[in-house]
């Protein structure tokens, strides 16, 4: 069976309660479950994950390489913008990345147009609210 892994970095756990204008109603814990379900119809493992701090994140995503994770989807938050330790474990593992923005990152700020996985990732899904996960899983299943 395959394994994929989710990973939401700092605030997406205040998805639901956090800015709905831009984030949409649904919680972390809803958006997990959809896709948990979609992940069990098609016979693959979705492991799932949320941490607000680096560190975390960079240690789960070194042990997906231990479960033979097959992708990586990814939506790294504020991280996106400022994480050389998060680039450089997705570099280490050596497991397709696929980035996710529930916003259009670069219809916003600036600061957020730099990502510092997009150059890095399979591909991005930026700016289609929680259906970008959706897209991000389908992908996956399709490619890998």
Known sequence: MKNFLLLNGPNL?????????????????EIEK???????QNKVNLFTFQSNAEHELVDRIQAGKKENVACILFNP?????????????I????????????SNIFNRES??????FSDIAVGIISGF???????????????F
């Open 111 to 116: 600061f957020r147009e730099k990502s510092f």
């Open 34 to 40: 959809n896709l948990i379900n979609v992940a069990n």
């Open 77 to 89: 938050g504020a991280f996106t913008h400022t994480s050389v330790a998060l680039r450089d474990a």
């Open 13 to 29: 756990n205040l998805l639901g309660n956090r800015e709905k204008d831009i984030y949409g109603e649904s919680s972390l814990e």
């Open 91 to 102: 570099l280490a593992v050596d497991i397709p990345l696929i980035e996710i923005h529930i």
């Open 129 to 143: 609210g929680e259906k970008g996960y959706k897209a991000a899983l389908d992908l996956a299943l399709e490619k």
